[in-house]
């Protein structure tokens, strides 16, 4: 069965032991990787039984796809806006912003959370860098692992939207999830959740692995970025964890970037609880 996720630490340090047949299970998964904003694009299509997914994403899939209860990226930290030179959030409205995919939870907390941009440029995430140094833009979202070596690139943070959100609605910043269709889901739920167990109690098992895949093959900001975004609600989502997501699909349907029907998510997941 095809399962497609992101090459970044986080996902690939979850589905190591489950992909290379580590733990048992009755499904032999067939990996596809891609960046978070064509993972969300094939959702749109509901192209895979089980993929990654942007939790602005999941608003709008909700009737395709279940969250699967293990996988998430939830946390106290979120995506960062940088810039070559400083500036107040207050300026953004002048400015050129390069963002990591219109369907990301990145873009939906801007859209949010800050003041509308002068212009608004996308890309794929581990491109963004690259073109500000080459003057394509004033500023950038970024997201991954850039996050974590953007100092050493010459950047300096504006403001991390995940602190502006944690703030606003004291719970964490919810990221991204992995869902399922249904005929897949108890399988896959099983799974993935055994994956991460195994991963956490081997956590030098996964390092080539996700080292090979990853955008920055620096072992500590690799080891820094899975540290941020597997937090326990990556091996089983907590009450926390889905009230995060209903807090942020709310403030999408306030804005009228997620259809009303998303807030229903609550009773009609699957999801385990405890």
């Given at each position: 069965?095809?399962?497609?996720?992101?090459?970044?630490?986080?996902?690939?340090?979850?589905?190591?032991?489950?992909?290379?047949?580590?733990?048992?299970?009755?499904?032999?998964?067939?990996?596809?990787?891609?960046?978070?904003?064509?993972?969300?694009?094939?959702?749109?299509?509901?192209?895979?039984?089980?993929?990654?997914?942007?939790?602005?994403?999941?608003?709008?899939?909700?009737?395709?796809?279940?969250?699967?209860?293990?996988?998430?990226?939830?946390?106290?930290?979120?995506p960062k806006i940088i810039a070559k030179e400083p500036f107040l959030l207050s300026?953004?409205?002048?400015?050129?912003?390069?963002?990591?995919?219109?369907?990301?939870?990145?873009?939906?907390?801007?859209?949010?959370?800050?003041?509308?941009?002068?212009?608004?440029?996308?890309?794929?995430?581990?491109?963004?860098?690259?073109?500000?140094?080459?003057?394509?833009?004033?500023?950038?979202?970024?997201?991954?692992?850039?996050?974590?070596?953007?100092?050493?690139?010459?950047?300096?943070?504006?403001?991390?939207?995940?602190?502006?959100?944690?703030?606003?609605?004291?719970?964490?910043?919810?990221?991204?999830?992995?869902?399922?269709?249904?005929?897949?889901?108890?399988?896959?739920?099983?799974?993935?959740?055994?994956?991460?167990?195994?991963?956490?109690?081997?956590?030098?098992?996964?390092?080539?692995?996700?080292?090979?895949?990853?955008?920055?093959?620096?072992?500590?900001?690799?080891?820094?970025?899975?540290?941020?975004?597997?937090t326990n609600d990556t091996l089983q989502i907590s009450e926390e964890g889905m009230?995060?997501?209903?807090?942020?699909?709310?403030?999408?349907?306030?804005?009228?970037?997620?259809?009303?029907?998303?807030?229903?998510?609550?009773?009609?997941?699957?999801?385990?609880?405890?």
């Open positions: 069965m095809k399962i497609a996720y992101s090459p970044c630490p986080n996902d690939t340090f979850a589905f190591d032991a489950w992909v290379h047949g580590k733990i048992t299970s009755t499904i032999k998964p067939e990996p596809v990787l891609a960046d978070i904003q064509q993972l969300n694009a094939w959702a749109y299509q509901a192209l895979y039984p089980v993929t990654k997914v942007s939790c602005f994403t999941l608003g709008k899939i909700t009737k395709e796809y279940a969250i699967l209860p293990s996988g998430a990226a939830i946390c106290n930290t979120g300026e953004l409205s002048n400015k050129r912003i390069l963002v990591p995919g219109l369907d990301t939870t990145a873009y939906l907390l801007l859209r949010t959370l800050c003041p509308e941009p002068k212009e608004i440029g996308v890309c794929r995430y581990d491109e963004i860098a690259a073109k500000l140094m080459a003057g394509s833009a004033d500023c950038g979202l970024i997201i991954h692992e850039t996050r974590f070596c953007f100092e050493q690139l010459g950047f300096v943070e504006i403001c991390d939207l995940g602190d502006i959100f944690k703030n606003k609605f004291n719970c964490p910043i919810p990221l991204a999830v992995i869902v399922a269709k249904k005929e897949a889901y108890k399988e896959a739920a099983l799974a993935l959740k055994a994956s991460i167990r195994y991963a956490f109690d081997h956590p030098e098992s996964s390092q080539d692995y996700v080292q090979s895949m990853s955008q920055e093959k620096d072992i500590q900001i690799i080891r820094q970025h899975i540290q941020t975004y597997v009230r995060a997501i209903h807090t942020l699909f709310e403030l999408a349907v306030d804005q009228k970037l997620l259809p009303r029907e998303s807030l229903s998510f609550y009773e009609t997941n699957h999801v385990c609880y405890h």
